[in-house]
């Protein structure tokens, strides 16, 4: 399985996936989401689950950031800005929920875009292939995603870039 993103451009994400983009929520979170593409998956797919994560964001806020959770996709290409509009699967918690100080599902179960606050950071885009559909709700958080994978994944493949301060 393989999984390849147009927002990636000789290995760095456009501005406008991030705080130098031009979409935000009322609370300054980045909300153009990015595009991806998978291919290859494994025939007996029945969804698959995403994760854009920080993990150099323990350098600044002491945790992975994560920002965007998807569950139930069922087809393999995501545009981009689908973040704020789709209906066709579920999307969780953000981090920009630790934040914004309150858990808000109009800020944090959707796409919140690229900040990082002390120097270059890098953005990995992992996709699951997985044997199921999960029962996970809107705002669902990682922790849900993990356990609910667990025994259903039948590959993963990720696309990493980075973003500038």
Known sequence: ?????????????????????TQF?????????????????????KSFAVVLEDKD???????VWI?????NLKRRSVQENESQHATDYVQGA?????????????????????AP?????????????????LDLPAGFRFNDLHFAMQGHILAQASVMGTYDV
């Open 57 to 63: 964001a323990i350098t600044a806020s002491g945790f």
């Open 1 to 21: 399985m393989h999984v390849t993103s147009s927002a990636i451009q000789q290995g760095v994400f456009a501005d406008k996936y991030g705080k130098r983009g």
């Open 67 to 71: 920002h965007w959770l998807i569950a």
């Open 117 to 133: 606050p002390n120097c270059r950071h890098r953005y990995e885009l992992i996709v699951y292939a997985l044997d199921c559909e």
């Open 25 to 45: 929520s009322p609370n300054g979170m980045p909300t153009y989401s990015i595009p991806f593409d998978i291919q290859d998956a494994p025939a007996e797919t």
């Open 94 to 114: 953000n981090s920009w929920a630790s934040v914004l100080g309150k858990f808000d599902i109009t800020e944090a179960a959707f796409y919140g875009g690229m």
